[in-house]
């Protein structure tokens, strides 16, 4: 990275090759995008467990009949019959008890003695894209079954994307936060170089040099640092997370692992360089009106 730096325009001492502002830049421009990696990578992971919820529980429902003994299972086959008479039920199956201690056992532990609890009979209900009438099949069942209870996973869908969007929103945020913290750093950085420079640049502006081309000058060397930076920034961030621990396999949130495609990180490298060649520019125009 330094022979690519001092081989950049302007190698003629109007910027230095090195200096406090020269590592600044480039430690500010891969510092952010590290951070802005991680960002991104974690929110993907939120996102995604998300959409597989919501996935998940939009086509399905569950029924549970909970009744005495000598009527769970006449209760249970008169819910199955209500069901599959339904319109928009394409399915409704008999959750197994072997399959319900399967579900419960991630939460309550293999030592817990499950299999001698009394456990409601649980019916798995998949429907069509249209739907069906979950208020009329409550009424219904409430009259033949009493013993059932209809959880159409509304109450769980609903807080789930709530959270998804305050999760977006709050990504949106920090890398809003990321990249003005970057152009006050870089804009800092600028105007630092360019001040511990003006005697060099009043010789320039001697010998016939303008403001434009130590403004082009000062900016091509900047963005050139900071896309430098970004981008070993980025490569550092895309390593580290594949050290984040992939979630365990239990239930709707397994295999989900913290990651970041790589035209992000090509992206997010060009992106620094933009902002930091109109902060750059910006702060040049500005502090070259100030020296006289």
């Known amino acids: 990275m330094k022979r690519l730096l001092q081989q950049l325009p302007g190698r003629n001492g109007v910027v230095p090759t090195s200096g406090f502002s020269a590592r600044l830049t480039v430690f500010a421009a891969a510092a952010m995008t590290f951070l802005a990696v991680f960002v991104l990578g974690l929110a ?22 909970a009744a005495p003994a000598d009527e769970l299972d006449s209760q249970t086959d008169a819910a199955l019959e209500i069901l599959r008479m339904t319109p928009g039920i394409t399915s409704a199956e008999l959750v197994t008890a072997e399959d319900q201690i399967a579900l419960l056992e991630p939460w309550f532990g293999a030592h817990v003695p499950l299999a001698q609890l009394d456990l409601p009979r649980l019916i798995a209900i998949r ?16 009259a033949e079954v009493p ?17 998804a969007e305050r ?25 630092s170089a360019l001040a511990a420079n003006d005697r060099l640049i009043g010789v320039l502006r001697v010998v016939g040099a303008t403001d434009g081309y130590i403004t082009r000058v000062f900016t091509t060397r900047f963005t050139l640092r900071a896309m430098c930076g970004a981008a070993a920034g980025a490569i550092v961030g895309k390593l580290l997370l594949t050290l984040v621990p992939v979630l365990p396999r239990s239930g709707l949130m397994s295999g989900t692992a913290a990651t970041l495609s790589w035209p992000w990180l090509i992206a997010l490298p060009a992106m620094v360089a933009v902002l930091a060649y109109v902060t750059t520019w910006w702060a040049a125009n500005r502090t070259l009106k100030g020296l006289t």
Do not use: C
């Not at 086509?59 to 009949?65: F, G, H, K, P, Y």
């Not at 013993?147 to 959270?163: F, I, M, N, Y």
């Open 44 to 65: 993907q992971v939120a996102n995604g467990i998300a959409d597989r919820w919501q996935s998940e529980l939009v086509d399905s429902a569950t029924l549970r009949v």
């Open 147 to 163: 013993g059932a209870v209809l959880d159409d996973h509304e109450r769980w869908r609903t807080p789930l994307l709530a959270a």
């Open 167 to 191: 999760l977006t929103n709050i990504a949106n945020l920090s890398l809003l936060l990321i990249a003005t913290t970057m152009a006050v750093i870089v804009a800092l950085a600028a105007q």
């Open 127 to 142: 429907r069509d894209s249209s739907g069906f009438d979950p208020e009329g099949l409550r009424l219904r069942l409430q």
